[in-house]
């Protein structure tokens, strides 16, 4: 049964369970860290808490989710270089998902290991490399103009539910897409719409429109709509002004094994 747990209570658990993982895997278990808001003291009574255990090569990628004194628990094996691997690639979840690489908090390390830190480095080196950002944007930019086209379609309908529902998924494709084009991986998906408020490159009047899009202030179904259509068009001129490519109209066959 789910019951209400403090921040010091996860901490303990997550020690509780690594001995577990430790025990059973002995050196193969190369470190075990508390990720999500747990990590950050950003947890709440009912949060879940994430686990990570860094792993040797020869173990499969995994995950396990279980009740432990009350509170969900989610174990996820990471091989290492699999793990370096995802550190440094960046796709249309990195601005909600990077966050696991950078703010881990380390409840085991193997001794004389250097591998978390290994991990973060890779994470802070792909910070600068503008060819993978520019190369996302474009691929969430693609799934910005899905989201709309969905949220057409749900406005055709007129059911006020699917409207509210498109609209919220709408102003999560371009939550991704301002962090992606500002380099940046929001602290808590939950005030991730507030902190991007703050980015320094974003689409005009980006701030008063995603906030009635997301539903932040007080206004009718139409005005969120009508700032939808609007933020859309916003965000069409601004990709254009970062020279980020993303339509094509040429058909790509597929090729023949050798």
Avoid at 165 to 181: A, C, K, Y
């Amino acid at each position: 049964m789910i019951r209400r747990a403090t921040h010091e209570e996860r901490i303990h658990l997550a020690h509780e369970i690594c001995k577990e993982v430790k025990d059973a895997l002995g050196d193969d278990l190369r470190a075990f860290v508390i990720f999500a808001s747990t990590a950050k003291n950003q947890d709440g009574p009912y949060s879940d808490l994430e686990l990570m255990a860094v792993v040797t090569d020869d173990y499969k990628k995994d995950a396990c989710g279980f009740m432990r004194d009350g509170v969900y628990c989610e174990v996820y094996y990471e091989p290492f270089s699999k793990a370096l691997k995802d550190a440094a690639e960046v796709d249309t979840d990195w601005p909600i998902a990077a966050d696991q690489w950078h703010r881990m908090l380390p409840i085991y390390v193997r001794e004389g290991d250097d591998c978390l830190d290994q991990i973060r480095t890779a994470a802070h080196k792909v910070l600068k490399d503008e060819v993978k950002f520019r190369r996302c944007a474009g691929e969430v930019m693609v799934e910005v103009q899905e989201e709309i086209c969905s949220l057409m379609n749900a406005w055709e309908r007129k059911v006020t539910s699917d409207t509210s529902t498109q609209l919220f998924h709408f102003s999560s494709s371009v939550l991704r897409l301002v962090g992606v084009v500002n380099h940046y991986f929001y602290q808590s998906y939950r005030n991730a719409w507030e902190e991007s408020k703050d980015l320094p490159n974003l689409p005009k009047d980006y701030a008063r429109l995603i906030e009635m899009v997301h539903g932040e202030v007080e206004t009718s179904l139409q005005n969120r709509y009508n700032a939808a259509l609007e933020l859309w068009q916003n965000i069409q001129d601004w990709v254009k002004e970062q020279g980020i490519e993303w339509t094509r109209s040429d058909l790509k066959l597929p090729k023949k094994e050798a």
